[in-house]
């Protein structure tokens, strides 16, 4: 992978003089999504200052903050046996007992994987695991959690793509991990779930 | 250019890492903001045909605009770059009924 170094000289379009001009990589806070990530590597046309774009090195510091970020606030209603597959799970794996903290990590730790080459595979877990016989049940409980950017974004994807409400996917999403962490059926996975829980908390 | 040209070149600039995305358009630029990696990137264009694929002058500079619109897994995906050497440069990765 090509890395572009702070000071390196390159040419680009830029859309203020309309043509295309000398440019120099340097660091500055980058505007997305209404919101100013800072430090972030652009080529600057050298004529007008204004920024052209952003190297590939670039978009996994884009990622990266728009992970760390957790800036949607989200409820769901589940059936109260999930607050306590969830509170298994927390303690079984010496995690934590707040069910509203251990979705938070589970539910990253699954949506992380959608934009993934093996992401379809995640999809489709998620969504069957919907219709088991544990993800029924009246849903009298409720779970809120924080969100970053990139679960949020891969919540609404499955949700639009598939016409299920985020609850339901919240749902899928514990029937899913009680197979997978707390059966212990998916070893590699619940070790993933320690190693970014471990991470996160 | 001929479609498998630039697929091809396409595929090594992704693969040498030199890819650029044009700071204007990051909000409607999936691969800008790391939702696909580069290795999905080069599936995504590796699997494309040249039915899928289109192209028209950039709006200022004296280069093509790459226009792709995959089938398939990525159906709805519509994608846009255009060359300079050495780089790549993409303008958008977005689903097409992105509106904003
Ligand atoms: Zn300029």
Not at chain 1, 61 to 68: G, I, K, L, N, P
Not at chain 1, 152 to 177: F, H, P
Request: glycine fraction near 6%; charged fraction near 25%.
């Amino acid at each position: 992978m090509h890395i572009y170094k702070d000071g390196e000289k390159s040419k680009g379009p830029c859309e203020t003089c309309r043509k295309l001009v000398s440019t120099t990589f340097r660091y500055a806070p980058l505007n997305y999504g209404g919101r100013v990530i800072p430090d972030v590597l652009q080529d600057f046309c050298d004529a007008c200052g204004s920024s052209v774009s952003i190297p590939q090195q670039s978009s996994f510091v884009v990622r990266e903050y728009r992970r760390a970020q957790y800036n949607h606030s989200l409820e769901f209603r589940i059936p109260p046996h999930h607050r306590d597959i969830l509170i298994a799970i927390g303690m079984t794996h010496n995690i934590s007992h707040k069910p509203n903290t251990l979705f938070r990590i589970i539910s990253e730790l699954y949506l992380s994987k959608i934009s993934l080459p093996q992401g379809q595979k995640v999809k489709k877990k998620i969504l069957s695991a919907m219709g088991d016989d544990l993800a029924k049940g009246a849903s009298k409980s409720r779970l809120s959690c924080l969100f970053p950017d990139t679960a949020y974004s891969a919540l609404r994807d499955i949700s639009e793509e598939a016409n299920v409400k985020t609850s339901s996917i919240a749902k899928g999403i514990i029937v899913t991990a009680k197979y997978d962490i707390l059966d212990n059926l998916d070893k590699e996975l619940a070790k993933e779930f320690e190693e970014l829980a471990a991470e996160r908390l | 250019m001929a479609f498998n040209e630039v697929k091809v070149k396409a595929i090594d600039c992704i693969k040498n890492g030199h890819v650029r995305h044009i700071e204007r358009d990051i909000g409607k630029n999936m691969f800008a903001v790391g939702d696909f990696t580069p290795e999905e990137m080069i599936l995504i264009i590796g699997a494309c045909r040249g039915d899928w694929y289109n192209s028209r002058k950039h709006h200022f500079l004296e280069v093509d605009v790459h226009i792709l619109k995959p089938r398939g897994k990525y159906d709805g995906l519509y994608i846009k770059f255009f060359f300079i050497e050495p780089d790549i440069l993409f303008i958008s990765v977005h689903e097409s009924d992105y509106k904003g």
